[in-house]
């Protein structure tokens, strides 16, 4: 069983910025893509972004490929979700997820943490 814990979240006016992270532990697999998904009240879970064991490959959600950056370090099996430029509709709760083969496209969750509130007040 891989667990999965956020942090980072919390209030931030519009425009500003956060850093989420999340590291994994328990089980683990000779390589896997971690990524980031959110869920706004009212809405269907969407994908945010997603990167490769090696970091060298990654994918992102059109709407946030300019303002997000996904990166990880495989040294402490965490992983990052740098957003700046927030907007009120990037409130969500962000999600972490793992795929144990390692594909960002698609990008499948088979493990997840609890989340992490982000709320950007306008």
């Known amino acids: 069983q891989v667990q999965l814990v956020e942090s980072g979240g919390g209030l931030v006016q519009a425009g500003g910025s956060l850093r989420l992270s999340c590291t994994a532990s328990g089980r683990t697999f000779s390589s896997y893509a971690m990524g980031w998904f959110r869920q706004a009240p009212g809405k269907e879970r969407e994908f945010v972004a997603a990167i490769s064991w090696s970091g060298l490959n990654t994918y992102y959600a059109n709407s946030m490929k300019d303002r997000f950056t996904i990166s990880r370090d495989n040294a402490k099996n965490t992983v990052y979700l740098q957003m700046n430029s927030l907007k009120p509709e990037d409130t969500a709760v962000y999600y972490c997820?793992?795929?144990?083969?390692?594909?960002?496209?698609?990008?499948?969750?088979?493990?997840w943490g609890q989340g992490t509130q982000v709320t950007v007040s306008s």
């Open positions: 997820a793992v795929d144990p083969s390692n594909n960002v496209v698609p990008f499948r969750g088979d493990y």
